[in-house]
């Protein structure tokens, strides 16, 4: 990248800038820094030129140009990549910031989201005619990056992942076609886009079916003290695989900060929570909940315990502002059937040395999300009772060590008890050992030969990466 970062005359980025419609960032240009800022503050990169294209048209000119200068390629729609892919050091960061908005075809009951659309816009949109489309928790996430991912959030139990209501997606290709992609069109493509689609091109839109939804969440949240996390987790793997599709769970190990409001009992303390969205009908909650509190009244009364209906969009954006950008944030998951006595001890353990709010949750698959079959799409580990993972988020570049060794030692406590397949937008590392987690071996080798036939040079290698 050294070398085709020194071929980078002034008149070839001249001659981009006559053939590019859009708006080009250079490192001398105003705005660059804050151009080149990913929501995850760890990665700190600095592209040769950011290019921000206006329609599917500049994005071909981008790729072009791109591999006319041998220029590594980022492509960013809403920046969140845990794994910091939205952006490059020397290269061209493709940035889909100007291809934001939705549109809704009610008639059809449909929407279609452009490549730079934020899930707010979709949330929006969408509820406006009582609708939505099942997404993430962070309304400043990107839709494209979230979807080509999978896409977990409060109500996929109830109405599947986002990549469910995936109709069509149009992508430009590594040779600069713009391709459409469905179960008619490219259905091959299609089978890989869904839980791999940042190896096959830059997606500038994307179309979603939408599903009726009044648009409140019944929530409850439990914290135990962590001397009864053998009860909880109990309670909870007894009910998840009987519990309704509406209601969506949460389980979790971490720390009670001392500078929280919690009750003297726990503070500073490991402690275990417990949460629930119902996303059906009110007069449904308390039966459909019955078998999870009924599981935790006997032994496990919790220091503190809060519910309530809540509107899904307020709920929706609640942690954008915690959430926001700047912060630096390292994440690990897998997938698991269950988890041992050794491992929720050895948590619990491990929690009471938690940096700020690092913790380890547990989130309960299964309704909707199972299905469909594992083998319609690339997206992996959807057979599994659960998702697991580890956190941190922390603002000290002096906190980086002691904060992605406590996720990674938090997840090696779990990993006995692992199944196969990891949930790509939550791994923040990458390499060939990390994409070969995700998917699997036999998936491996399908997506391996879709690679060589729509990007046979790895020209979109910064993702979890298919090397053809």
């Given at each position: ?8 005359t002034?008149e ?25 800022r ?10 040769a030129?950011?290019?921000?294209p ?15 200068r041998d220029l ?7 920046g969140h990549s ?8 020397g290269?061209?960061v493709?940035d889909l ?14 929407a279609r ?11 929006v ?13 962070v ?22 992942l ?11 290709t ?6 459409r ?5 490219e259905?091959?493509?299609?089978w890989?886009?869904?839980g ?16 009726p939804?009044?648009?409140?969440l019944?929530?409850?949240l ?20 009987s519990a ?10 971490g ?5 929280a ?8 303390r ?18 459909d ?6 599981g ?8 503190m ?9 307020a709920?929706?954006?609640?942690n954008?502002?915690a959430?926001?950008?700047?912060h ?25 040395s938690?940096?700020?709010e690092?913790?380890?949750s ?28 580890a ?14 060794g ?27 050992e ?17 690679k ?6 790895n020209?979109?290698?910064l993702?979890?990466n298919?090397?053809?």
């Open positions: 990248m050294v070398d085709a970062v020194a071929t980078l002034p070839h980025v001249a001659g981009f800038r006559g053939r590019f419609g859009g708006e080009i960032v250079g490192p001398d240009d105003d705005g660059y820094d804050s151009a080149r990913l929501w995850n503050a760890v990665h700190d990169r600095r592209p030129l950011i290019a921000r206006r329609n599917a048209a500049e994005v071909a000119t981008a790729i072009r140009f791109g591999r006319e590594e390629i980022a492509v960013r729609a809403g845990a794994a910091g892919h939205s952006c490059t050091d290269g061209l493709i910031a100007a291809l934001r908005g939705v549109t809704v075809d009610l008639d059809r009951r449909t989201a452009n490549g730079g659309a934020l899930l707010s816009e979709l949330d949109a969408a509820q406006a005619h009582g609708l939505v489309c099942p997404v993430g928790v309304g400043h996430t990107g839709v494209a990056g979230l979807t080509l991912g999978g896409g977990m959030g409060r109500l996929q139990r109830h109405f599947g986002t990549i469910y209501d995936v109709r069509a997606a149009e992508l430009v590594a040779d600069g076609r713009q391709v992609a469905s179960e008619t069109e259905p091959d493509l299609f890989g886009i869904r791999a689609g940042a190896n096959f091109g830059v997606v500038t839109a994307l179309e979603f079916d939408l599903q939804f009044g648009g409140t019944h929530r409850g439990q914290i135990h003290d962590a001397s009864r996390v053998h009860e909880v987790w109990a309670a909870l793997r007894e009910f998840a695989p309704p599709d509406p209601v969506a769970m949460i389980f979790g190990v720390r009670a900060e001392p500078a409001d919690y009750p003297d009992s726990v503070a500073g490991p402690i275990v929570f417990l949460s629930y969205n119902h996303s059906g009908d009110a007069a449904d909650v308390e039966r909940v019955a078998g999870l509190v009924a935790l009244a006997a032994d496990a009364t919790p220091v315990a809060t519910s309530g209906a809540q509107a899904y969009l709920v929706q954006g609640a954008d502002d959430m926001g950008w700047g630096r944030s390292y994440i690990k998951g897998a997938y698991a059937n269950d988890l041992r006595p050794e491992t929720l001890d050895a948590l619990v353990e491990h929690a009471a938690a940096p700020g690092a913790s380890f547990v989130t309960v698959l299964g309704g909707a999300i199972c299905r469909v079959a594992d083998d319609q799409m690339a997206f992996t580990g959807r057979d599994a009772a659960f998702e697991m993972s956190d941190a988020g922390w603002d000290d570049p002096a906190g980086d060590e002691v904060n992605r406590w996720v990674q030692r938090a997840m090696a406590i779990a990993e006995p008890d692992a199944v196969t397949g990891r949930y790509v937008n939550e791994i923040a590392e990458s390499g060939p990390e994409t070969r987690a995700i998917y699997g071996d036999a998936k491996m080798d399908r997506l391996r030969a879709l060589r036939a729509w990007d046979p040079d020209l979109f290698h993702n979890h298919v090397a053809p």
